[in-house]
């Protein structure tokens, strides 16, 4: 089956710790999102990658990496200096725009927890 | 600034009610309005793509139309199995995908 893995779907991370959520595709999309959803606030944009070994910081990117190695793989890391990293993240992934079907398909989602 | 903005921000209907929800865009090059049904806890799901002005789509209750500046999502005789938060998002020329804040619609029997 075709689809987005997010792992692990919780996760509790101690003040002062980085963390790392995995996101992992098998629909060959050249496009990967890193979402952070907060209650009343949509999904804002975190990093994007149109390809490997480039990514863009989307409007709220101070406090986490991101690294596009492979096409498949794109891990988001929440670094200490992220001061309210308690959310919901979401990973999604797309063709790249050429003319055709460009929609994103989304992980199941993974909920940090800072304790 | 390219930006998303969905209203209302809430909506409650009986069963059977129809309505609509809006989601007006200003934005660099649109490649395509995109939207999506969430249910709590879980990941947005994937309703419709719409590219160009005038385009309609339709899925069961569900009908989507795009203007220049605006998209509707039409619900038509809905059920409480309608009930989810509805996103909106579009994207840029430069990939970039943006969402609005999302219409929670809840469908009482």
């Known amino acids: ?115 | 600034e390219d930006q998303v903005t969905q209203s209302p921000e809430a909506l409650r209907l009986q069963e059977g009610e129809s309505s609509s929800l809006n989601c007006s865009y200003t934005v660099s090059g649109l490649r395509g309005l995109f939207w999506y049904r969430q249910d709590p806890g879980k990941g947005p799901e994937f309703l419709f793509t719409l590219y160009s002005a005038g385009e309609e789509k339709e899925k069961e209750r569900l009908k989507a139309t795009l203007t220049k500046k605006e998209s509707f999502l039409h619900i038509t005789a809905p059920k409480p199995e309608d009930s989810a938060t509805y996103l909106c998002a579009v994207q840029a020329d430069t990939d970039k995908l943006i969402f609005g804040t999302g219409t929670r619609l809840q469908v009482f029997p």
């Open chain 1, 1 to 115: 089956d075709g689809g987005i893995t997010q792992s692990p779907k919780y996760l509790f991370r101690k003040e002062g710790q980085n963390v790392t959520l995995s996101c992992e595709q098998n629909l060959n999309h050249d496009a990967m999102y890193w979402y952070r959803q907060d209650p009343g606030q949509g999904l804002r944009l975190i990093y994007y990658s149109q390809i490997v070994n480039d990514f863009q910081k989307g409007d709220i990117a101070e406090g986490y990496s991101v690294s596009r190695e492979k096409k498949e793989s794109f891990p988001l890391t929440v670094t200490s200096a992220q001061k309210n990293p308690t959310a919901f993240y979401l990973c999604a992934s797309s063709a790249a725009f050429r003319g055709g079907n460009t929609e994103a398909f989304f992980g199941q989602g993974t909920r940090l927890t800072v304790v």
